[in-house]
């Protein structure tokens, strides 16, 4: 049975304008059944590693932030469903939006392989789903790895003719004490750099 009170967390970047619309906190989850050749994020895929979050704690965290929403990526968003549920809906409560990304198929989590998969899709506003095919590069949609994967617009907080999401993908780099952490539109070495 999967905890609805914690997850386990890879990176997190507190302020972005590169996850999605607006300005949003992003939440990569470690543990990824896919393994996609070509994924951004190999580091990420494996179910070990990473960093435990209380949902409720992580929830009082992202309410000082002053962003539009949060962005849910990995891994797989899906593999933490139950907890990320409860964390969207507290987000979601405090009048921001929720973005996810996922391997999954739409039609898929709608069916019942992935437990919890109703709760979390109920509480996001936006999904970009299938898995990512590394030799259908996307060029014209924004925050979209590869042609065959799909947004789907959940609730009524963003507009699918808005142009935001036909401009151009960004890269975004940050120093910490531990290295440079890049985010945004895949590169060679991955999105989230050296570390």
Same mark, same amino acid.
């Given at each position: ?16 304008? *590169?996850? &999605? +619309?607006? #300005?949003?906190? %992003?939440?990569?989850? /470690?543990?990824?059944? @896919? !393994?996609? +050749? &070509?994924?951004?994020?190999?580091? =990420? /895929? ?12 992580e929830i009082e965290r992202l309410a000082a932030l002053d962003v539009d929403g949060i962005t849910l990526l990995?891994?797989?968003? @899906? *593999?933490?469903? +139950?907890a990320l549920a409860r964390l969207a809906r507290g987000v979601r409560a405090q009048g921001k939006t929720v =973005? %996810? @990304? $996922?391997?999954?198929?739409? *039609? ?5 392989i992935v437990v919890g998969a109703a709760a979390l899709l109920q509480a996001c506003d936006l999904l970009v ?7 259908? +590069?996307?060029?014209? !949609?924004?925050?979209?790895? $590869?042609?065959? /994967?799909?947004?789907? @617009?959940? $609730?009524? *907080? ?8 036909? /401009? ?5 780099? #940050?120093? #910490? ?12 070495? &991955?999105? =989230?750099?050296?570390?």
């Open positions: 049975m999967q905890d609805d009170r914690r997850f386990v967390l890879a990176l997190r970047v507190d302020d972005t304008c *590169a996850e &999605g +619309p607006g #300005r949003r906190t %992003a939440l990569w989850v /470690q543990g990824c059944p @896919f !393994r996609c +050749p &070509g994924c951004c994020n190999p580091q =990420m /895929q494996a179910f070990t590693g990473g960093t435990w979050v209380d949902v409720d704690d990995g891994g797989e968003p @899906f *593999a933490h469903a +139950p =973005m %996810a @990304f $996922s391997g999954y198929t739409l *039609a898929q989590l709608q069916g019942d789903d299938g898995l990512y095919v590394q030799s259908q +590069p996307e060029t014209e !949609r924004r925050w979209i790895g $590869s042609r065959n /994967q799909r947004m789907h @617009f959940l $609730s009524s *907080a963003y507009d699918p003719a808005d142009p935001c999401f036909t /401009q151009r993908n960004t890269v975004e780099l #940050r120093l #910490r004490g531990d290295g440079v952490v890049v985010n945004g539109w895949p590169t060679p070495d &991955g999105p =989230m750099g050296r570390r």
